[in-house]
Antibody
Framework: QVQLVESGGGVVQPGGSLRLSCTAS????????MHWVRQAPGKGLEWLTY????????WYAESIKDRFTISRDNSKNTLYLQIRSLRIEDTAIYYC???????????????WGHGALVTVSS | DIVMTQSPDSLAVSLGERATINCKSS????????????LAWYQQKPGHPPKLLIS???TRESGVPDRFSGSGSGTDFTLTISSLQAEDVAVYYC??????????FGGGTKVEIK
């Protein structure tokens, strides 16, 4: 069965950096686009970024495009999110999510990880 | 950006009764060449990640109970739970995938038992 497991979350000071990982199993990772979505405490869902199955295309939400970088290593079935210059408002659960399209962009999410909590606090 | 507006913010429904959630987009999500609406519905139970219920506005995912149904076209969409069960207590989100980036979600509707 499809599994997505995020790691790398924790408490970070404002201005700091963090790299989240998402390890995938149960499907052909190299054939699917992947996304990161976050959810601030008690709030709704915010899409952040997408990477194509072969990493040849990436999209970012305008609000984070200068500080966040998505990448993937298909040989390790792993998705990454590098976050720089962390702000208090970046405090959230960060979910990786699988795109529903096999080697095409569908842009909706058929499986989600359980999330990694990032807390930005001094 | 396409703005997604859900209503109500919350609703309380008796067990076995119908729950109706509305989602309105700021522009049409109907792709004319395919005649498909690019809208998905998700269910998020407390302490869990979202789960895909419905794609293309009305296509139920495998394993989703048939008491869940999606309808609508263009800018107005509805998620209906025909007979509310205790395990349906959750927050429900709509999401558009017509114009990207960005992908955008509605603000969520919390469903509780009356």
């Amino acid at each position: 069965q499809v599994q997505l497991v995020e790691s790398g979350g924790g408490v970070v000071q404002p201005g700091g950096s963090l790299r989240l990982s998402c390890t995938a199993s149960g499907f052909n990772f190299s054939s699917y686009g992947m996304h990161w979505v976050r959810q601030a405490p008690g709030k709704g869902l915010e899409w952040l970024t997408y990477i194509r199955y072969d990493a040849n295309n990436r999209w970012y939400a305008e609000s984070i495009k200068d500080r966040f970088t998505i990448s993937r290593d298909n040989s390790k079935n792993t998705l990454y999110l590098q976050i720089r210059s962390l702000r208090i408002e970046d405090t959230a659960i960060y979910y990786c999510a699988k795109d529903a399209g096999f080697r095409i962009r569908q842009y909706y999410f058929d499986f989600w990880g359980h999330g990694a909590l990032v807390t930005v606090s001094s | 950006d396409i703005v997604m507006t859900q209503s109500p913010d919350s609703l309380a429904v008796s067990l076995g009764e119908r729950a109706t959630i509305n989602c309105k987009s700021s522009q049409s999500l109907l792709y004319s060449s395919s005649n498909k609406n690019h809208l998905a519905w998700y269910q998020q139970k407390p302490g869990h990640p979202p789960k895909l219920l419905i794609s293309w506005a009305s296509t139920r995912e495998s394993g989703v109970p048939d008491r869940f149904s999606g309808s609508g076209s263009g800018t107005d969409f509805t998620l209906t739970i025909s007979s509310l069960q205790a395990e349906d207590v959750a927050v429900y989100y709509c999401q558009q995938y017509y114009i990207t980036p960005p992908l955008t979600f509605g603000g969520g509707t919390k469903v509780e038992i009356k």
